[in-house]
């Protein structure tokens, strides 16, 4: 903008995508916020019910549950991705291994693959007939349909497809270090170990945030994997998470309102664990 | 960075502002559409005019595409003036927006509703469909079909009961849940096809002596658990009981004897190693598809694949009702007219076409189970098997409509319970419990 240019002409300028923004996302944003505060079975007039349906979701089992299983994704999609993107990316450029190229596409391959391909192979790999327990010698095994290893079933392939995109944003970010800083710590006999904790990972610090925030949202609005791999939630709704269970009460269960607040409540949590992530993560440092 | 604040508050004021000037009630008013009755209904369709009938169904697969799309092009050769406008979707797929597309501004004027209180029974209870009993009157649909037929597309005003009230719907195809057995394992086994209780107990004993997997499962949707549940219920209980709690009936009561007996029956088989190792993490499709393939001597399945496994396994597979009186089946979903709809009367007349005798041959032809006439069918095999076992308990008291009917919720809290009693997760009591709990909070009302 120019010096002396009113201040309010800036706003024309962002008018047409605020427009956009506005009528594809912020409203149907406030209309579910308002939806969430009626009883509504989606057909016939609903109820004001104010904050009940918030009040519920607090409350209630079933909810409870799910936030519960999409903290263990968070665990799965986001934290495990992040050490392992890390050690990788470390090991990647100190080996200078060959054919890095290779190892960099095939580890980032699992973003590229539509998560309905991806659970419907995994699917199969955990079948009781599957490859899993052919390689583990446990024939019939129902991976998938046991309440104690369903949802980390499903939180493997969230690591196996987050892996790769952390690691690729760690390998451009070590990229970016001066190699003045790499001789440096060398110079002072320090080992790899030292190098990774005095040098690499403070300079990953913007990095680091950017993976955490993807990933974290990627874990919050899990649904995909959910539903493909493990129909209805799986063994006794051990794999609920928030998104399933909205598109379920909103679709299949007559709940619109539950449904909604359900999604402001997700929603809230996505923007309150991003705004944690940018202060701790990338504070300060740009 | 410290200006986004009050911008974001601003927006958010402004968003406000909208959604309180917007505001009003979802949902809206719902005016109960009026009965007619059969004096006032037209059925001189060529007087009708110029109309254009949109219309959704769900008649996607193979034989299914086929008899439709033979039957809309009949209905076009003789009724030129209507033209149809139809919209296919996967049964799914159809589930999912047939609730916004009845109550949106361009609703179908014909969709395929899917019986249950969930669908059909809240949709009669927002108005959003038109009650047939005055077409049913005047094409004389009540002489065609049943009561055992009708009654499945019958609701009340209120929604809650289905099986009472108004006529709401018509089906083309049946549906039963009955055994499939590989015949020639069975002949390998030296042992005939079983129709009583005992025989059945011991063909499994001799399946699993002989290192065969008597009964092919496979669970990870939930879908075949209750099914495999409902024929140890046509074991222990009587089809009277078995109804009131398929319907959801006040007398119904899950704690009983025969349904202990019928819990303890499934965990027996899955106990004695009769059930697919695994089951639990095993697909529905790839359960068949492994049945067709060998694996396993019986597979407890729907009517719905009898074309897929002739397909695969040609003369070596054969259709048996359990033993005794009950069988679970039903009707394919029943076809129903929006209360939006301009041209009811040119809809009904399009619902007696597809209905009619003839569409009942095409449908045979086309490999469906036809609901009405079954047993005139020049069909052989595997189909004439089905096509007997529908045709007599389509007209007996012993058809047991699916357990998903009672409550809003049961399909979710019926699948789920059995997986969780087949897993241990739930023992008999609790088990039963769980589903007379989903009967009692349904009829609290939500």
Do not use: C
């Given at each position: 903008m120019a010096a002396g240019e009113p201040r309010r002409v800036g706003y024309l300028y962002v008018?047409?995508?605020?427009?956009?923004?506005?009528?594809?996302?912020?409203?149907?944003?406030?209309?579910?916020?308002w939806l969430s505060l009626f009883d509504w079975d989606g057909l016939s007039p609903g109820t004001w019910t104010g904050l009940d349906n918030y009040v519920e979701l607090a409350t209630e089992e079933g909810a409870a549950a799910a936030f519960g299983h999409a903290a263990v994704l968070v665990l799965f999609f986001s934290v495990l991705p992040v050490c392992i993107g890390l050690v990788l990316a470390t090991v990647l450029h100190r080996t200078r291994v060959r054919g890095l190229p290779f190892f960099r596409t095939a580890l980032f391959l699992p973003q590229v693959v539509a998560m309905v391909v991806v659970a419907v192979a995994w699917q199969r790999i955990f079948?009781?007939?599957?490859?899993?327990?052919?390689?583990?010698?446990?024939?019939?095994r129902a991976w998938l349909g046991d309440e104690s290893t369903a949802l980390l079933a499903v939180g493997v392939v969230g690591t196996w497809v987050q892996t790769g995109l952390a690691?690729?944003?760690?390998?451009?970010?070590i990229g970016k270090i001066t190699g003045d800083l790499f001789d440096a710590v060398r110079m002072d006999g320090a080992g790899p170990v030292r190098e990774f904790r005095t040098v690499i990972l403070p300079s990953l610090r913007p990095e680091i945030g950017v993976a955490l925030?993807?990933?974290?949202?990627?874990?919050?609005?899990?649904?995909?994997?959910?539903?493909?791999?493990?129909?209805?939630?799986?063994?006794?709704?051990?794999?609920?998470?928030?998104?399933?269970?909205?598109?379920?009460?909103?679709?299949?269960?007559?709940?619109?309102?539950?449904?909604?607040?359900?999604?402001?409540?997700?929603?809230?949590?996505?923007f309150a664990v991003t705004f944690v992530i940018t202060r701790i993560a990338g504070g300060g440092r740009r | 960075m410290k200006r986004r604040y009050p911008t974001a508050l601003r927006v958010a004021a402004i968003g406000t502002a909208i959604a309180a000037l917007t505001a009003c009630t979802p949902g809206g008013s719902s005016d109960r559409p009026a009965d007619r009755p059969a004096g006032e209904v037209r059925t001189d369709v060529a007087a009708m005019g110029e109309v254009t009938l949109t219309i959704w169904d769900q008649e996607t697969r193979a034989g299914q595409e086929q008899q439709i799309t033979r039957l809309n092009e009949q209905f076009q050769r003789t009724y030129p003036n209507i033209k149809l406008n139809r919209v296919a979707r996967s049964f799914d797929d159809?589930?999912?927006?047939?609730?916004?597309?009845?109550?949106?501004?361009?609703?179908?004027?014909?969709?395929?509703?899917?019986?249950?209180?969930?669908?059909?029974?809240?949709?009669?209870?927002?108005?959003?469909?038109?009650?047939?009993?005055?077409?049913?009157?005047?094409?004389?649909?009540?002489?065609?079909?049943?009561?055992?037929?009708?009654?499945?597309?019958?609701?009340?005003?209120?929604?809650?009961?289905?099986?009472?009230?108004?006529?709401?719907?018509?089906?083309?195809?049946?549906?039963?849940?009955?055994?499939?057995?590989?015949?020639?394992?069975l002949a390998e086994l030296g042992v005939a096809p079983p129709t009583t209780w005992p025989e059945f107990d011991a063909a499994l004993a001799k399946a699993k002596a002989a290192g065969q997997l008597p009964i092919q499962l496979g669970n990870l949707e939930k879908s075949a658990g209750p099914y495999l549940f409902g024929v140890a219920m046509h074991r222990h209980s009587q089809p009277a009981a078995e109804t009131a709690l398929a319907l959801g009936k006040p007398e119904a009561s899950w704690p009983t004897d025969a349904n202990r007996a019928a819990a303890k029956q499934v965990l027996d088989w899955s106990g004695q190693g009769y059930l697919t190792p695994g089951f639990a993490g095993l697909k529905n499709d790839d359960s068949w598809a492994n049945f067709a393939k060998g694996e396993g001597v019986f597979h407890i399945n729907g009517t719905w694949l009898t074309p897929d496994l002739t397909a695969a396994m040609g003369d070596s597979v054969g259709f048996l009702r359990p033993p005794g009186e009950s069988i679970t089946?039903?009707?394919?979903?029943?076809?129903?007219?929006?209360?939006?709809?301009?041209?009811?009367?040119?809809?009904?007349?399009?619902?007696n076409f597809i209905t009619s005798p003839e569409a009942m041959k095409v449908l045979g032809e086309t490999a469906n189970l036809p609901v009405l006439d079954a047993g005139q069918q020049q069909v052989a095999g595997l189909q004439k098997e089905v096509f007997d076992a529908w045709q007599a308990?389509?007209?007996?008291?012993?058809?047991?409509?699916?357990?998903?009917?009672?409550?809003?919720?049961?399909?979710?809290v019926v699948s789920g319970?059995?997986?969780?009693?087949?897993?241990?997760?739930?023992?008999?009591?609790?088990?039963?419990?769980?589903?007379?709990?989903?009967?009692?909070?349904?009829?609290?009302?939500?």
């Open positions: 008018l047409p995508a605020l427009a956009v923004y506005g009528l594809f996302l912020l409203f149907p944003l406030l209309h579910s916020g079948a009781p007939d599957g490859v899993l327990n052919a390689l583990l010698g446990t024939p019939g690691m690729v944003l760690f390998l451009g970010g925030t993807l990933t974290v949202i990627a874990a919050l609005r899990t649904f995909d994997l959910v539903y493909m791999m493990t129909p209805q939630g799986g063994p006794g709704g051990s794999t609920t998470v928030p998104a399933y269970e909205i598109y379920q009460r909103a679709f299949h269960g007559g709940q619109v309102g539950s449904a909604a607040a359900m999604g402001v409540a997700i929603t809230l949590l996505a | 159809l589930r999912n927006t047939v609730k916004l597309g009845l109550s949106g501004n361009e609703a179908p004027d014909i969709a395929q509703v899917n019986n249950g209180k969930q669908d059909m029974g809240a949709f009669v209870k927002a108005g959003l469909l038109v009650p047939l009993d005055g077409y049913a009157q005047a094409y004389q649909w009540t002489t065609r079909y049943p009561e055992s037929v009708r009654r499945l597309a019958s609701y009340p005003d209120g929604g809650d009961a289905l099986g009472e009230g108004k006529l709401y719907g018509l089906p083309q195809t049946g549906e039963l849940v009955g055994v499939y057995y590989n015949k020639t394992k089946g039903g009707t394919g979903l029943p076809w129903a007219i929006s209360s939006k709809s301009k041209n009811p009367d040119a809809a009904a007349a399009y619902l308990a389509s007209a007996s008291p012993g058809l047991v409509p699916y357990l998903d009917y009672a409550t809003p919720n049961a399909y979710e319970a059995v997986e969780q009693l087949l897993s241990g997760a739930l023992d008999t009591e609790k088990f039963l419990g769980a589903l007379q709990a989903d009967l009692d909070a349904s009829r609290g009302g939500r």
